[in-house]
């Protein structure tokens, strides 16, 4: 069963769209965290949080936003979606309980921006 | 600048101790080494982490030399389902991000 989440799976939408890709946790973890991966490429941090009310800009400049507002959700927005911003979103959070702050990952989104 | 190399890609024969090897010349004493696979394009998984003893669980066991340079992620009885992108991760003990890098693919064949 999985304890992160992750939606929608999979998203088609048009250029100029505003999008939020949803993520929510159970474990109670405060360290929460986006990648963007594009097929066959490593993993780029581009946000993380480690608890409410703060977010930090990760390694990869990104476009999109995040917001921490409670522990369990940490959504991502894209206020305008172009094609460049095509690929997919993972999710991941961590805590004490998970092999001295291991990631626990969704199976995140995968966006295509026509 | 890289913390750690791993080889790019590896095959192992089905059944048999897949051993992934990771070069980490310049981990620092603060500093975990943290192991991860991706099978397909799911989310990565976590495997097992050490800092300075060997370590083992239900997945795998991880070797971390005695001068810490370098690690060895072992699959005792590797399956068709371990074909995955490991990872060979360092994250100091006050830094939480993680930083993937390419990894080594693993090919296990029948």
């Known amino acids: 069963e999985a304890d992160i989440y992750q939606t929608p799976r999979y998203l088609v939408i048009g250029t100029g769209k505003k999008i939020t890709l949803e993520c929510s946790q159970t474990?109670?973890?405060?360290?929460m965290y986006w990648y963007q991966q594009d097929p066959g490429m490593e993993l780029h941090l581009i946000h993380y949080s480690y608890g409410v009310n703060s977010t930090e800009k990760g390694d990869l400049s990104s476009e999109s936003t995040v917001s921490r507002i409670r522990t369990e959700h940490f959504p991502l927005t894209l206020e305008s979606a172009r094609p460049s911003h095509t690929s997919q979103y993972l999710c991941?959070?961590?805590?004490?309980?998970?092999?001295?702050?291991?990631?626990?990952f969704g199976s995140g989104t995968r966006l295509t921006v026509v | 600048d890289a913390k750690t190399t791993q080889p790019p890609s590896m095959d192992c024969a089905e059944g048999r101790a897949a051993n992934l090897p990771c070069n980490h010349s310049t981990i620092s004493g603060n500093e975990y080494v943290y192991w991860y696979r991706q099978i397909h394009s799911q989310g990565p998984q976590y495997i097992i982490h050490g800092l300075k003893n060997n370590e083992t669980n239900e997945m795998a066991s991880l070797i971390i030399t005695e001068d810490r340079k370098s690690s060895t992620l072992i699959l005792p009885h590797a399956t068709l389902r371990d074909t995955a992108v490991y990872y060979c991760?360092?994250?100091?003990?006050?830094?939480?991000?993680?930083?993937f890098g390419a990894g080594t693919t693993v090919t296990v064949r029948a």
């Open positions: 991941a959070s961590s805590g004490k309980s998970t092999g001295n702050y291991g990631y626990t």
């Open positions: 991760i360092v994250r100091p003990r006050d830094d939480y991000k993680l930083s």
């Open positions: 474990m109670g973890h405060d360290k």
